[in-house]
């Protein structure tokens, strides 16, 4: 998924260890305060001291020949709301809107690259339907996501797995784009050929047994 993997790798670790006061969040963020970008796109001076800061690890985003597979894999449709964690450049969450979604949702812990998406989403004019937020991508309520889209790491997957079984409803499809989720079977695996590297998608689907087991712990 379009995202700094491994600052969000990070992240991941950083909770399941108990230590996210060293990742940088912002403090908003951390406490599940989500900042919505709007009108002009320009976050407040609250995100200078961020700016800049896991951008140092990289960035890299899905493949632009990627996204269609991503996006026909999870079967977009009228119904759907689609959820971007780590959201980068927005590439994702605009293919799932033009595919037919109804709203998209993308987070970013990066004010940059938040800012980023936004600009990106003003620019193909789908502001309407889809809202970008800086902050943590934890944070978000995923209770009418019915379409969500990884690229993070496998550690962030295992961190995001129980919130996914919990949250989104029965028939929610996720896509992760080369990093599984251990013992979840996925549903369907599609291998995607690109001159550099042969990238494996996977897709689950959160069904009623699911949601049951999830109510029994």
Excluded at 132 to 151: H, K, Q
Excluded at 204 to 214: A, D, N
Aim: include cysteine; hydrophobic fraction near 40%; charge should be negative.
């Amino acid at each position: 998924m379009p995202y700094e993997r491994l600052s969000l790798f990070l992240l991941g670790l950083g909770l399941v260890l108990g230590l996210q006061s060293v990742i940088l969040v912002p403090e908003t963020a951390a406490q599940g305060g989500l900042v919505r970008l709007e009108g002009d796109g320009r976050l407040g001076p609250e995100a200078d001291e961020y700016r800049g800061v896991s951008s140092a690890y990289g960035y890299e985003g899905t493949p632009r020949s990627v996204v269609p597979e991503m996006i026909e894999l999870a079967a977009v449709n009228e119904d759907d709301v689609a959820y971007e964690p780590g959201c980068g450049d927005a590439r994702i969450v605009i293919a799932a809107v033009q595919a037919g979604a109804k709203r998209g949702l993308g987070v970013d812990i990066n004010p940059d690259l938040a800012e980023v998406c936004y600009a990106r989403v003003k620019a193909a004019e789908l502001e309407e339907k889809i809202e970008i937020y800086w902050g943590n991508a934890l944070d978000l309520d995923m209770s009418e996501v019915t379409a969500v889209f990884l690229f993070m790491g496998n550690s962030f997957n295992m961190v995001m797995r129980p919130m996914l079984w919990e949250q989104l409803p029965v028939g929610a499809r996720v896509v992760s784009n080369d990093f599984h989720m251990r013992d979840w079977e996925p549903d369907k695996t599609v291998r995607v050929e690109t001159p550099d590297h042969t990238y494996v998608l996977y897709l689950w689907t959160i069904t009623t047994q699911i949601k049951e087991k999830t109510e029994e712990r």
